[in-house]
Nanobody, 122 residues
Framework: VQLQASGGGLVQAGGSLRLSCAASGRTFSGYVMGWFRQAPGKEREFVAA????????YIADDVRGRFTISRDNAKNTVDLQLNSLKPEDTAVYYC????????????????WGQGTQVTVSS
């Protein structure tokens, strides 16, 4: 299984970015696809997740209303749209996959991508 995250970059506060996670190596039916982020000196934290089957979404409280997650079954990608970005959103963003239900628990995820840097300037 390979997860390839892309789309990070440098953006001013209030701007937007779209991250994409390309998934390959197996079918992901029944999987939960998640996005996490880790800022320097901080623990990795849950951002958003989506069920590959059915499309149910879960968004962390501090980004709800600004970030949205979606999937494209045909392309095998999971996207994270980041709007109204703030300097505190600066972090490395990781995509991950798990066959399970514990969408906000990073320890439950089986596969991880390499991360993409998001930097928001004030």
């Amino acid at each position: 299984v390979q997860l390839q995250a892309s789309g990070g970059g440098l953006v001013q506060a209030g701007g937007s970015l779209r991250l994409s996670c390309a998934a390959s190596g197996r079918t992901f039916s029944g999987y939960v696809m998640g996005w996490f982020r880790q800022a320097p000196g901080k623990e990795r934290e849950f951002v958003a997740a989506i069920r590959w089957t059915g499309g149910s979404t879960y968004i962390a409280d501090d980004v709800r209303g600004r970030f949205t997650i979606s999937r494209d079954n045909a392309k095998n990608t999971v996207d994270l749209q980041l709007n109204s970005l703030k300097p505190e959103d600066t972090a490395v963003y990781y995509c991950a996959a798990q066959f399970g239900w514990y969408y906000s628990d990073s320890a439950r995820y089986d596969y991880w991508g390499q991360g993409t840097q998001v930097t928001v300037s004030s």
